[in-house]
Structure formats: structure tokens, C-alpha cells
């Protein structure tokens, strides 16, 4: 049996940031919950107000226009699209294609910016209350990663980690 203790997923500085970001989403999945929105995802409502405010718009345009990876918007719009919350539109030529909202989705993007400005201030009110604010430290990690990127500190860890090698 393998010893337990040498396994290197039992620290993790990261796991306290995700598990509070799905904490927080969960939060805010009650919110829909209460308000009768169902079969929503709060990590959905960025694509679905900016498809709001900016029209239907191909997979990457709402990739860019989001700052994600085609790839990974393509998939989320499947989800949302299985969900009934946007569709496929045909594009400006035969060969694209658009995301639009649906009516269901059409019928809650008040609500959702309501949310969306509700988080923001509740985010905002919260920050106020910590000592060295979340916004702050990523700034900050921001301005350590232009001096220096992830990408090259983690490759001169490995450099000298000989299981690497």
C-alpha cells in the first residue's frame, strides 16, 4: 500500500481559494434557488448578460469578448445550451453560427444583473471589511507574474526536483 504521506496533493495553497470561490457560487445558486430560477449556474451569468447587452454573437466573439479559451466557452455553451438558456442562431453567412439567449433566459436578465450588482456591492462590502482585500492581492500577484512568470518559476523548481527528471 502506498504511504499516505507522499502524496503532494495533501498541501495545497490553491484548494482554500477554489473551495471558497464554489462556497461563494453555492451562495449565490441559493439566491436563484429562493428566487425560483432553476437549473441555473452562477458561473453561466457572465456569458448570458453580456449576450444581453451585446447581442448573439459567435462562440468566439463570447470567448474574447468573456476572456476565455474558445474551447472552454464552446463547452460552457453547450451546458447552457442543454440547459435552455441559449441556442444556435445561424451567423451573418451560411457558415457561422451564433449564440443567442432564449426566451427563458430573456425573461431573467434583469434579474441577473440585479444579482450580478447585488454581488458586486456585497463583494465590495466585504473587501472593506479585510485587511488586505482579495482585488488587492490579485493586483499585486498580477504585478509579480509580469516580473516573473508562473510558467518559468515553477520550470526552475523542477529543474532542480530530480523525480522530474
Same mark, same amino acid.
Given at each position: 500500500?502506498?504511504?499516505?504521506?507522499?502524496?503532494?496533493?495533501?498541501?495545497?495553497? $490553491?484548494?482554500?481559494?477554489?473551495?471558497?470561490?464554489?462556497?461563494?457560487? #453555492?451562495?449565490?445558486?441559493?439566491?436563484?434557488?429562493? #428566487?425560483?430560477?432553476?437549473?441555473?449556474? %452562477?458561473? $453561466?451569468?457572465?456569458? =448570458?448578460?453580456?449576450?444581453?447587452?451585446?447581442?448573439?454573437?459567435? /462562440?468566439?466573439? =463570447?470567448?474574447?469578448?468573456?476572456?476565455?479559451?474558445?474551447? #472552454?466557452?464552446?463547452?460552457?455553451?453547450?451546458?447552457?445550451?442543454? #440547459?435552455?438558456?441559449?441556442?444556435? &442562431?445561424?451567423?451573418? @453567412? +451560411?457558415?457561422?453560427?451564433?449564440?443567442?439567449?432564449?426566451?427563458? +433566459?430573456?425573461?431573467?436578465?434583469?434579474?441577473?444583473?440585479?444579482? $450580478?450588482?447585488?454581488?458586486?456591492?456585497?463583494?465590495?462590502?466585504?473587501?472593506?471589511?479585510? %485587511?488586505? %482585500?482579495?482585488?488587492? &492581492? &490579485?493586483?499585486? /500577484?498580477?504585478?509579480?507574474?509580469?516580473?516573473?512568470?508562473?510558467? @518559468?518559476? /515553477?520550470?526552475?523548481?523542477? +529543474?532542480? @526536483? %530530480?523525480? $522530474?527528471?
Amino acid at each position: 500500500m502506498a504511504d499516505p504521506s507522499s502524496d503532494p496533493t495533501q498541501q495545497s495553497l $490553491w484548494r482554500p481559494l477554489r473551495l471558497l470561490q464554489a462556497s461563494l457560487d #453555492a451562495e449565490i445558486g441559493r439566491i436563484y434557488a429562493e #428566487a425560483r430560477i432553476e437549473g441555473l449556474k %452562477p458561473t $453561466w451569468v457572465l456569458e =448570458l448578460l453580456r449576450l444581453h447587452a451585446l447581442g448573439p454573437m459567435t /462562440i468566439t466573439e =463570447l470567448a474574447d469578448s468573456v476572456g476565455r479559451t474558445h474551447s #472552454a466557452l464552446s463547452q460552457k455553451v453547450a451546458a447552457m445550451r442543454e #440547459a435552455g438558456w441559449v441556442r444556435t &442562431v445561424s451567423g451573418d @453567412d +451560411a457558415r457561422t453560427k451564433k449564440v443567442a439567449l432564449t426566451e427563458q +433566459a430573456r425573461a431573467v436578465t434583469g434579474r441577473l444583473a440585479a444579482e $450580478w450588482r447585488a454581488t458586486e456591492a456585497a463583494l465590495a462590502g466585504l473587501e472593506a471589511e479585510l %485587511p488586505y %482585500p482579495l482585488s488587492r &492581492v &490579485v493586483t499585486d /500577484i498580477e504585478r509579480a507574474l509580469e516580473r516573473r512568470s508562473f510558467h @518559468d518559476r /515553477i520550470a526552475e523548481l523542477l +529543474a532542480e @526536483d %530530480p523525480e $522530474w527528471h
